[in-house]
């Protein structure tokens, strides 16, 4: 009944299935990363790198000469200034207001004019006042005779009184009622006084040497010491001063110099630092120093004669704080900044420039105090810098523009001598 089991049938043998598709698709892409990243890594490595070896081979031995500037350091003064703003500030600004009532019957000015201390500006109507002084004359000429009256009774007084005639009652009455009339004779005296001040203030004078502005009433009209404008503005224009601030670090060598009895000269230019509009002195500073602005209130003082200060006229203002005398000086276009600092670009004897690190000290202008790195006689570039390195050859610019016509091109040491070139290929000699 059990039958034997029949081996299982081997399937014939199959050729190799071939590679799917999806796995040739991912090798070939990953073939592509590979030379698109090597590809690129030698791109950089041309374009990237390849600038460094070609500044050095155009700085090294066999480069063409730089056309360059030069300068010989010397020595001379350097001023050491300090530059602000300021402000034209009058030293004295009246307005003038008439201290009585009273008409305004005459103008004595013309609006523009340069008037003296002590000049007539305005007339008010006189004869109030003149009346009113008349009146206080007389009431003193009546109390003085009254005074004399009581006092020649006090003496009469007095004699009777030594040989008991009259009751010493009598007496001391006598004596009290001279003392009061000289009371009212003093208060007389005041009032004519007082009357005669008013007479006089019908004549308005200036106050101060200034500048007549513009009339503010009219002859006619009935002026009061409660004015607000008043009649005019007298400005005073010489002497005048410039009000203006520096930081509060230049404080103290501000009154160092300044209590040392030095005499600070001070400038003054227009709106644009380009022209000078006057020259004058530091007169003082401020007591105190602003705290929201950490500066310091400075007054300078100008003789302004040819009137070319006004208030309220801004200006820049060039302060002389201190000169360094007989100093290395060199131009500012000279010095270079970059890795080894501040550095300028020194011209060796053999026509090549060498780094030579400096020490700056005051700038003035376009020259510079050196305070290290450089002696007098040194010869320096100060045009044609930019792509100079160390070691670099150069051709000075005054040989060059001197054995050159204009317009032709800087010689080379590398390009060859034609006559030589001519020589070497066969040419007759000339």
């Known amino acids: 009944m059990d039958k034997p089991l029949k081996p299982p049938i081997k399937a014939p043998p199959t050729e190799?299935?071939?590679?799917?598709?999806?796995?040739?698709?991912?090798?070939?892409?990953?073939?592509?990363?590979?030379?698109?990243?090597?590809?690129?890594?030698?791109?950089?490595?041309?374009?990237?790198?390849?600038?460094?070896?070609?500044?050095?081979?155009?700085?090294?031995?066999?480069?063409?000469?730089?056309?360059?500037?030069?300068?010989?350091?010397?020595?001379?003064?350097?001023?050491?200034?300090?530059?602000?703003?300021?402000?034209?500030?009058?030293?004295?600004?009246?307005?003038?207001?008439?201290?009585?009532?009273?008409?305004?019957?005459?103008?004595?000015?013309?609006?523009?004019?340069?008037?003296?201390?002590?000049?007539?500006?305005?007339?008010?109507?006189?004869?109030?006042?003149?009346?009113?002084?008349?009146?206080?004359?007389?009431?003193?000429?009546?109390?003085?005779?009254?005074?004399?009256?009581?006092?020649?009774?006090?003496?009469?007084?007095?004699?009777?009184?030594?040989?008991?005639?009259?009751?010493?009652?009598?007496?001391?009455?006598?004596?009290?009622?001279?003392?009061?009339?000289?009371?009212?004779?003093?208060?007389?005296?005041?009032?004519?006084?007082?009357?005669?001040?008013?007479l006089n203030y019908t004549r308005i004078v200036s106050p101060v040497d200034g500048r007549v502005g513009l009339r503010q009433v009219d002859q006619g009209n009935y002026v009061t010491p409660g004015d607000t404008n008043g009649i005019v503005v007298v400005t005073q224009l010489a002497p005048i001063s410039v009000l203006f601030t520096v930081p509060e670090d230049n404080l103290q060598a501000i009154a160092k110099r300044l209590q040392s009895g030095a005499v600070l000269p001070v400038s003054a230019l227009d709106r644009g630092g380009a022209n000078k509009l006057a020259d004058g002195t530091l007169q003082t500073f401020d007591s105190q120093i602003d705290q929201t602005t950490g500066t310091i209130k400075l007054r300078a003082q100008f003789p302004n004669d040819q009137r070319t200060l006004y208030p309220n006229q801004f200006v820049n203002v060039r302060l002389l704080l201190d000169t360094h005398k007989d100093v290395t000086t060199m131009s500012t276009a000279g010095i270079q900044r970059g890795v080894p600092g501040t550095f300028v670009y020194l011209i060796n004897p053999d026509s090549t420039v060498s780094v030579r690190q400096v020490q700056l000290g005051v700038t003035d202008g376009d020259r510079v105090e050196v305070l290290s790195g450089l002696n007098p006689g040194d010869r320096v570039v100060i045009d044609g810098a930019d792509k100079l390195r160390d070691g670099a050859k150069i051709v000075l610019r005054q040989s060059f523009e001197t054995n050159n016509p204009p317009g032709a091109a800087a010689p080379s040491q590398n390009s060859p001598n034609p006559a030589k070139k001519r020589r070497s290929e066969g040419a007759p000699k000339q």
């Open 16 to 198: 190799a299935s071939p590679p799917k598709p999806r796995s040739r698709w991912r090798f070939s892409l990953t073939v592509i990363i590979v030379l698109l990243v090597v590809a690129g890594i030698v791109w950089w490595t041309r374009h990237g790198t390849a600038p460094e070896p070609q500044g050095r081979a155009g700085f090294g031995r066999n480069a063409p000469p730089m056309s360059v500037a030069d300068e010989v350091i010397g020595k001379g003064d350097i001023k050491l200034t300090l530059n602000a703003l300021g402000t034209v500030t009058s030293l004295a600004t009246v307005t003038i207001r008439s201290q009585i009532s009273g008409y305004l019957m005459k103008i004595d000015f013309k609006e523009g004019d340069e008037v003296k201390k002590g000049d007539l500006l305005a007339e008010i109507d006189s004869r109030p006042y003149e009346a009113a002084l008349a009146q206080a004359k007389g009431q003193l000429a009546r109390d003085e005779a009254l005074l004399k009256g009581a006092q020649v009774d006090l003496q009469r007084y007095q004699g009777l009184a030594a040989q008991n005639a009259v009751p010493h009652q009598t007496l001391d009455t006598q004596i009290a009622l001279v003392a009061q009339d000289q009371g009212t004779v003093e208060a007389d005296r005041a009032a004519v006084k007082s009357a005669e001040v008013n």
